[in-house]
Structures are given as structure tokens and as C-alpha cells.
């Protein structure tokens, strides 16, 4: 598990092995250090260097002999939450960039139930409230639960709200009376039982296209103003046609 955690904080495996060896015995030589992550003294050797100069390991002689330290879990802490937070402040200038110039993409495919989170998470992370259509009714296990532990603290940290319109059948319903976590759910009777297909417009411009098919999972997310203005006047006009069921909240 910590392993994990570093890497997903810049440490590559040898890394993380390296540093979580060194952390735990406290101050150690590299022999000690190679065996007790199970390195090659090589390999050792290498990365010791490249964590000294990074400053996430300290190195001091003895009687001529090298001993190695970590650098504190706390003082590691702190780097990764500073480096979160210059991430954040620079987001909007990121985001600028990457849509300045007219010959971007305005379509992208997302593959497979990672992809679909990505966007999940893009919309999550936007500062405004958005909408949609979905069906849990089709919605894989994983997906659902990665929403309801991830995306959904995520909405409730940023105060962002959802309204999603959802097909009117069994599931739905249960999980509308469940499910409350900034977001607000209308049940409509369509002509087809189920929504094969999640929609979600975010960020005024953006609208995702999520499939759940077994065999057939993907998002695609397309950039356009015009798309999402069609498409939210369409989602405004069943949203305010539904009823609201007693329970749906």
C-alpha cells in the first residue's frame, strides 16, 4: 500500500522499495539498504544518488563507511500536498492552453472503464454544476462504487451539484431514495427501459458520451458550444416535463 502511494507520487518501484527500506531502519549503510529492498548494490548505488539530489535521502560517512537516511515521512507529506497545491493554482492556465489553439482535438476517445473515470473526474472537477442522463440500472459495479468513494466526495469538496434524469424502472429508483450526495435525480419514462448510453455536459462546452455495453466500454468527449447549447435546451425541456418523484430527491 505505501509502495502505491509513493509511486503515485512521482517514486518510480526500485524507488519506493528503496525509500520505505531506508525509512524503516532509520540510518543504514547501502549493503544494508540493497538487501533489505531486495535491490541489486548497483541498482542501489544509482538511485541513492538521484534521491540525495532530490533531497528524499540523506547521505553521511562514518570511519569511511556511507550511511544513508529518509527524509522525514511529515517533511514528505508536505512536499506532496505543496506540489497538489501549485498542480491546482496553475490548473486554469494549463486548461487555457490546451484549448488556445483552434487545431486542438475537439473529440477524444477514452478506452475502457479507466477511461470513463477520467472523464468522471474531469467533470467532477469542473466549478460549476452539471447535468446529464444515465441509467445505474446498466452501470457496472466498479463504476459505481468509484463513484459513490470517489467522484461523489470529490462534487461535495467543490460544492458542485448534479441532476441527472434517469429512466424510470426498479434500480433507479432505489438507488435515487439511496443516493443523494449532491445530486438530484428525475425519473422519465422513455421509450426504450434503459439509457445505453451516460450523458454528461460540463463546463459549457464539453459533452461526454459514456457507454456501459458489456464488450463496448468507452467515453468520448467532444468540445462544442453549439452541441452543448442543443443538448442542455433538450435536457431543460425533460427536466421541467418530469415530475419529481417522492422517491427521487
Not at 67 to 79: D, G, M, N, V
Not at 127 to 136: A, H, L, M, Q, S
Amino acid at each position: 500500500m505505501f509502495e502505491q502511494i509513493l509511486m503515485e507520487n512521482g517514486f518510480s518501484p526500485k524507488e519506493a522499495s528503496l525509500y520505505l527500506a531506508v525509512l524503516e531502519a532509520g540510518e543504514t549503510t547501502l549493503a544494508h539498504a540493497a538487501e533489505k529492498s531486495r535491490l541489486k548494490r548497483s541498482t542501489v548505488y544509482s538511485l541513492v544518488e538521484d534521491l540525495r539530489q532530490r533531497g528524499l535521502l540523506a547521505e553521511t560517512k562514518r570511519n569511511g563507511i556511507a550511511y544513508i537516511s529518509a527524509l522525514s515521512p511529515r517533511l514528505l507529506i508536505e512536499r506532496f500536498e505543496h506540489a497538489a497545491e501549485t498542480a491546482k493554482n496553475v490548473l486554469p492556465q494549463l486548461m487555457n492552453l490546451a484549448y488556445s489553439s483552434p487545431v486542438k482535438p475537439r473529440i477524444r476517445f477514452y478506452e475502457g472503464l479507466e477511461g470513463i473515470q477520467e472523464i468522471l473526474f474531469d467533470a467532477a472537477c469542473c466549478k460549476e454544476d452539471y447535468i446529464g442522463f444515465t441509467d445505474y440500472d446498466l452501470m457496472p459495479k466498479d463504476m459505481y462504487r468509484f463513484i459513490r468513494k470517489k467522484i461523489a466526495p470529490l462534487r461535495e469538496k467543490n460544492g458542485i451539484r448534479l441532476r441527472l434524469i434517469i429512466p424510470d424502472n426498479e434500480t433507479n429508483r432505489r438507488i435515487g431514495r439511496e443516493y443523494q450526495h449532491q445530486v438530484e435525480h428525475r425519473l422519465v419514462q422513455f421509450p426504450s427501459r434503459h439509457n445505453h448510453i451516460e450523458i454528461l455536459l460540463y463546463r459549457e462546452n464539453k459533452i461526454g458520451f459514456l457507454s456501459f455495453v458489456r464488450g463496448e466500454m468507452f467515453g468520448v468527449v467532444i468540445d462544442s458550444e453549439g452541441i452543448y447549447v442543443t443538448l442542455r435546451d433538450l435536457f431543460t425541456l425533460v427536466w421541467n416535463q418530469a415530475e419529481p418523484s417522492r422517491e427521487v430527491q
